[in-house]
């Protein structure tokens, strides 16, 4: 009876990475399940001069990757193949189109990333580090070269920053990158998501730095700029460790409650809302991974009424993160009990 009560309520969401976008998604199957990588190539060719919608495609393209051919372990060497996946074959026969390279470094964190797991640092095992690097290493040439086939665009200066930040590279070095990037787009959506996980705590940040570059950039960002949601992913984060890593762990209502009360971060959200979700803007690439952020910090201070026409707006498209955040509880359930709330309060 659970069982069948839980699929019919899985039913409600999607997970997958393309979300709405229908050309984003087609280009992902045809690619990872019909070997055709011609679909990807069309569609993401048509974001140039689209920043952000790019940067989404390079990403979701990319990642589409893990779990897949590219992504097997060698049971001999312990290597992962970084010559079967779609994205490996597309670059190899087409060397010099930036395109095919972005996607190809980009799938190379992606497996990176599948290799270490999302564990916390103490928790990987020595061997998971050393392909974790060399796959970085790997991706860090690639990378290179896509920046070197398209000088002008932002893109790789994202995927670089996010190569620095697994890395652990020194700030001289991510703060070079930073203005790179920014003097190719100054309000890049992903790039200053990226910027705000170098200052987080779990990157050897700080709570205060995670914070100062927030509010610093919303406070600067124009009317419907998606930037008005830093500071809550900023919370997002801060939620994270203290429910998990800090020396007096607070339960995750614990946590809820101090993020509740705090008049700072309550007037974040209430920025977020009035700044960015109820302006008239066309929406962004990545609409709906930031009406997500704003749902959960909405629903996790218990403003369920203010939720509820985020949740309408997100309809069954949730995502891993921040939801997974939410602990004690599977992000998809967090996701479908919070909406629940709104729907009531609405």
Not at 151 to 171: E, F, K
Not at 219 to 234: D, E, F, N
Not at 250 to 273: F, I
């Amino acid at each position: 009876m659970i069982s069948t009560v839980w699929r019919l309520l899985t039913r409600q969401i999607d997970t997958n990475l393309a979300q709405d976008d229908a050309v984003l998604r087609e280009a992902c199957t045809q690619a990872r399940y019909g070997s055709d990588a011609e679909s990807a190539r069309k569609a993401l060719a048509a974001t140039r001069g689209d920043h952000d919608r790019r940067a989404r495609y390079v990403r979701v393209m990319a990642e589409s990757t893990a779990g897949g051919l590219g992504s097997r372990v060698d049971p001999t060497t312990g290597r992962v193949d970084t010559t079967a996946a779609w994205t490996d074959r597309w670059a190899a026969r087409t060397p010099t189109s930036p395109d095919a390279q972005l996607v190809r470094a980009r799938s190379l964190m992606a497996r990176a990333w599948e290799v270490r797991g999302g564990d916390w640092a103490a928790s990987v095992r020595p061997e998971q580090w050393t392909e974790f690097n060399r796959l970085l290493q790997l991706a860090r040439q690639v990378n290179d070269l896509a920046m070197r086939l398209a000088p002008d665009d932002p893109t790789p200066y994202v995927s670089l920053l996010d190569l620095m930040i697994g890395q652990s590279t020194p700030r001289e070095d991510v703060e070079e990158t930073w203005r790179e990037l920014t003097r190719r787009d100054p309000w890049h959506r992903e790039g200053h998501l990226l910027k705000l996980t170098y200052h987080c705590r779990k990157w050897s940040g700080s709570h205060e730095a995670m914070f100062g570059f927030a509010r610093s950039v919303a406070a600067a960002a124009p009317a419907g700029s998606p930037l008005h949601v830093l500071p809550v992913q900023a919370a997002a984060e801060w939620a994270l460790w203290e429910q998990e890593r800090a020396s007096q762990a607070g339960s995750a209502d614990e946590v809820s409650q101090r993020w509740r009360q705090d008049p700072v971060m309550q007037s974040d959200l209430d920025n977020a809302l009035s700044r960015w979700f109820h302006q008239p803007a066309t929406r962004h690439a990545d609409w709906l991974n930031d009406a997500n952020i704003l749902a959960y910090g909405l629903a996790r201070t218990g403003r369920d009424a203010d939720a509820a026409p985020v949740f309408a707006s997100i309809g069954r498209y949730v995502t891993s993160v921040p939801w997974a955040w939410w602990h004690g509880l599977r992000g998809d359930a967090a996701f479908i009990q919070a909406r629940r709330r709104a729907r009531r309060a609405a």
